[in-house]
């Protein structure tokens, strides 16, 4: 039974997978804390107020955050890029590697 196992774990690469979620986890640790740590405070220095994150439309008594939705929305471009860039990088000495 454990044989069996151990070649269903083979077979289908769940341990290539379970690796590369641990690392994907971690890489997108990595690439969060250069967003928020590094390039999310110089945005917020040139922008009027600093606190762009926790801008607000009031209508109606309905309190709408837009500045945590614009928010997301730069550090999910941000951390897309440079994920994309990294497997761009990986990809290509991949390519070169196989020649």
Not at 7 to 29: E, H, R, S, T
Not at 47 to 53: A, K, Q
């Amino acid at each position: 039974m454990l044989k069996e196992f151990t070649a269903f774990l083979k077979q289908y690469g769940v341990i290539g997978l379970a690796i590369a979620v641990i690392i994907g986890g971690k890489l997108n640790d990595l690439v969060t804390a250069v967003v928020g740590g590094l390039l999310m405070p110089v945005v917020g220095r040139v922008t009027p107020t600093g606190n762009w994150r926790d801008a607000t439309y009031s209508l109606g008594g309905v309190n709408f955050e837009y500045g945590k939705v614009i928010g997301a929305g730069i550090d999910f471009i941000i951390v897309a890029f440079i994920v994309f860039w990294i497997a761009k990088k990986i990809l290509r000495e991949e390519t070169v590697a196989k020649k």
